[in-house]
């Protein structure tokens, strides 16, 4: 086990931000995360996975615990579905095609979003109709405070959109380790119900779709909105899409009828946020070395040498405008650390 000092996060971080972690230390087996959670010499701890849906807006000054975990293994297998074990330092987009390998559906739709399955559940990340929670059995986590290794069900995970219990009770108590989830091996149920991917299969010429094809579609979807963050650098969609009353939706359809939604239930509505951001004039600003996406405003990007903190300037400025503009709050999807 080798403990570093002083060392550069930009490789660590999609966001590609230079700043330096007082110690770092790469995290290969639970027996060592036990031991090194243990080191009393370094009191401050900061977990690190696959870098996707974090902003570092300064040096860490804590021992950085890269969660390096790997292995995927079938824990239980009927005629039709099967469960599936994955540690938390498995990339996730290897996992969705791993799982398209083996003909496993309820991946496909999570196609290409970056970032390890050991975040999956604290973000339930979700994309084209399809969420985390769809496909989780349980994970395991261990608690800081005790060393114990705990597993949470599907309830105590208590998801939400993009929410869960390790982002709000359980927030910097538990280090996840490993995810179980539930595929399909036959029936596949296949969601297309977002125009984007109807479309996309269309002009492909897909008729009945398998589950590789919607995958397909959904990276050429993604492929083409979203900057890859070994080119530029970005953690994906920055903001959530603000959930709104019936009654502020009402409002707001009034002043702004062209504007699309998505009816969550009888009583809430989401507005997409990257629609918002546009119509503030924000795609394809740069200030800087800070900017947002060219092709998809939801999506903030270091051109190359931005700071952590001139990028969360940024996103204030947006949700500032979005505010004054149209009297709704959009919040991060990003973790940002200060």
């Known amino acids: 086990m080798e403990i ?28 060592q995360l036990q031991r090194v959670l243990e080191l009393q010499a370094y009191p401050n701890k900061f977990i690190l996975s696959g870098g996707s849906n974090i902003l570092l807006t300064q040096d860490v000054d804590a021992l950085v615990m890269h969660i390096n975990l790997k292995g995927i293994s079938v824990v239980e297998e009927t005629e039709n579905e099967v469960q ?37 559940p604290i973000q339930n990340i979700g994309a084209y109709g399809v969420e985390l929670k769809d496909v989780f059995v349980s994970c395991a986590a261990m608690e800081l405070a005790t060393m114990e290794l705990i597993a949470f069900d599907h309830e105590a995970c208590k998801f939400g959109y993009r929410d869960s219990y390790f982002k709000n009770e359980g927030k910097g108590k538990f280090i996840i380790t490993s995810v179980t989830l539930r595929l399909t091996k ?60 019936k009654n502020t939706f009402e409002k707001f359809q009034k002043k702004h009828p062209e504007a699309p939604f998505y009816k969550v239930d009888k009583n809430q509505y989401k507005i997409p946020a990257g629609w918002l951001i546009e119509q503030c004039g924000f795609k394809g600003a740069r200030f800087g ?27 204030k400025k947006i949700q500032s405008e979005v505010s004054n503009k149209f009297k709704i709050n959009i919040s991060p999807e990003v973790n940002i650390i200060k």
């Open 186 to 245: 036959k029936d596949h149920q296949l969601n297309t119900g977002y125009g984007a991917i109807e479309g996309e299969l269309k002009q492909k010429g897909v008729v009945y779709p398998s589950i590789r094809d919607i995958s397909d579609a959904v990276i050429s979807i993604r492929q083409s909105k979203l900057p890859d963050p070994k080119k530029l650098g970005n953690s994906g969609s920055f903001f959530k899409n603000p959930v709104i009353s």
């Open 4 to 31: 570093k000092e002083n060392t550069s996060l930009k490789d660590y971080n999609t966001f590609g931000i230079d700043v330096k972690a007082h110690s770092f230390v790469e995290i290969n087996g639970l027996a």
């Open 84 to 120: 599936v074990k994955v540690m938390a330092g498995e990339n996730w987009h290897e996992l969705v095609l791993w799982s398209l390998d083996k003909g496993y559906g309820g991946l496909e739709n999570l196609s290409l979003i970056p970032g390890n399955v050991g975040t999956a």
């Open 289 to 315: 070395d800070a900017g947002v996406h060219e092709k998809q405003a939801l999506v903030l990007v270091n051109h190359g040498n931005a700071s952590g903190q001139e990028i969360l300037e940024l996103a």
